[in-house]
Structures are given as C-alpha cells and as structure tokens.
C-alpha cells in the first residue's frame, strides 16, 4: 500500500485583506486535503486577522513581529506537523487539485525532495496593469515559485529556512542553495498555481529587485567557487 504524504500548507499574510480568504478557500476544497493549513500573519494593520480567524478550527492562525515574506514563511515551518511542506501566497491562488497531483509524484519516486507545478500569472479583476509591466508573461510557464512548491520537511531543513535578511528574492536564495546540495526535484505539467498580479506586489518587487538580486547571485557565484565538487 503506497504512503500517502501528509502535508502542511502555509500562508503567510501581510495585509492581505483584499486576498486572503481566497487564498484560503483554494486550499479547503483540494481534492487531496492537507492535514493542517497555518496562516502566519506577518504583524499586519489591515483585517487579515479577522477574515483568518473566520475560517474558525479550518485553520490555524499565529501572528508575528512584522519581519517579511521570509520570517512568515520560517515561523509556519517551525509549526509545521506534516511531513510535507507547501506554501502559498495570500494573494494567489491553487486549482483543486495541485496538492493531489504533487502528492501523487511524492508517492510514486520515493527519492524526490521536491515538487513544482506549472504557474500562469493573472492581472487582479479590478486592477490597471502596473506601471513598466507591459512586457510581463500571462502565459503558462514553469513554476518555479513558492506558492507552487512542495517540499519534504527533511529535504526543506537540509537546505535550511528561508533567509530573513530579504525582502524579495527568498525563495530564489533558497532554492539556489537546494540546487547547491543536489536536492531531487519534478514539475508538474500542469498549471496548478494561478499569481495574482496587482499593483501592491508589482511595485514592492520593484522596488527591491534590483538589489536583492544582485546579492543573491553573488553568494551563488561565492558558494559555487568554494564549493570543493
């Protein structure tokens, strides 16, 4: 009889209250259920709070320190009881059934650290276009993506938690260094994860980009020099 891989969905939230409870109910109705869903809220100021604690026993809610995307993501993963971990964006949403089709490749190569799927991003419904993102890609493409990995805990803990230092561009960090330590990985040839585009995440990225990512790809190039293979 195949193990069935019992997963941890985490959500982090700053201010998200336009988005969340979306985000949330995407995860309810998967077909293939996680075994907790935690929303950490990252010290916001908006109604996040209440329309997560509506969802009553569906959820866990933990608040925290204001700290960013990074500290969100770590504090959940410190909670987390499954043996599998899955993140998702409090404004993007999952189709029903991403975590049934990452659960099934989990059970099927016992060797695989890591799951992606396919993501499509989308402009919000009652949004303009942000300012200097006419050339930004709606299609489907390769999801290599936070709200669209499944990870086991084990494998997730090699590489260590996200690093708090960014702003932007943790999830790149991190899974520079899973590629680093050789960690095994598939995607999923479907679009599962649906990012939302809107002018807040559009213009925060913006706004840090630049920068965070010039630091991210120098300790890349700085961990692969000192790397002895």
Not at 22 to 34: D, F, G, N, T, W
Not at 114 to 142: D, N, R, V, W
Request: glycine share 6%; hydrophobic share 40%; charged share 25%.
């Amino acid at each position: 009889m195949e193990h069935k891989p019992l997963v941890s969905v985490i959500i982090p939230v700053y201010n998200g209250e336009r988005f969340l409870a979306e985000a949330v109910r995407s995860v309810l109705v998967q077909i293939y259920q996680p075994i907790e869903v935690i929303v950490v809220d990252d010290g916001s100021t908006d109604a996040s709070a209440s329309i997560a604690k509506e969802f009553g026993a569906a959820l866990r809610y933990c608040s925290i320190q204001h700290g960013g995307p990074a500290a969100a993501r770590n504090e959940g993963v410190r909670l987390a009881k499954g043996e599998f971990l899955s993140f998702l964006d409090a404004d993007d949403v999952w189709e029903e059934d991403k975590l049934a089709i990452q659960a099934e490749l989990f059970a099927h190569q016992e060797s695989l650290d890591m799951c992606f799927t396919g993501i499509q991003q989308f402009l919000s419904s009652g949004s303009k276009p942000p300012a200097g993102s006419a050339e930004m890609h709606y299609g489907p493409q390769a999801g290599y993506h936070c709200s669209a990995l499944m990870v086991k805990k084990d494998a997730f803990f090699r590489v260590g938690l996200f690093n708090e230092a960014w702003r932007t561009g943790e999830f790149i960090d991190w899974y520079a260094r899973a590629k680093s330590m050789k960690l095994t990985e598939a995607v999923a040839q479907r679009v599962l994860v649906k990012r939302r585009i809107h002018e807040h995440n559009f213009t925060r990225g913006q706004r840090h980009n630049t920068k965070d990512y010039a630091r991210i790809l120098k300790e890349v190039i700085d961990r692969r020099r000192n790397d002895p293979q």
